[in-house]
């Protein structure tokens, strides 16, 4: 297989991986919004979803520390 397609493909699917978690990340923000009965303006959405990735990392890293 040629390498650009190979770079291509694999540029593809880290963009599709990364659209489902932010995907993941707003569902959730969504879900605590829902659960807690809270309304947030626009920009307080993103910001919810910000975090729960960043508590996400910081998980993955301490994971991997342990592994």
């Known amino acids: 297989m040629d390498a650009a397609l190979?770079?291509?493909a694999q540029d593809l699917f880290d963009r599709m991986e990364a659209?489902?978690?932010v995907a993941w990340c707003f569902g959730h923000a969504d879900d605590v919004l829902a659960v807690h009965d809270l309304d947030v303006d626009e920009p307080g959405r993103?910001?919810?979803?910000?975090?729960?990735?960043?508590?996400v990392q910081r998980i993955?890293?301490?994971?991997?520390?342990?592994?």
């Open 6 to 8: 190979t770079a291509t």
């Open 60 to 67: 993955s890293l301490a994971l991997e520390r342990e592994a």
């Open 46 to 55: 993103p910001k919810l979803a910000k975090a729960i990735a960043a508590q």
């Open 19 to 21: 659209e489902k978690l």
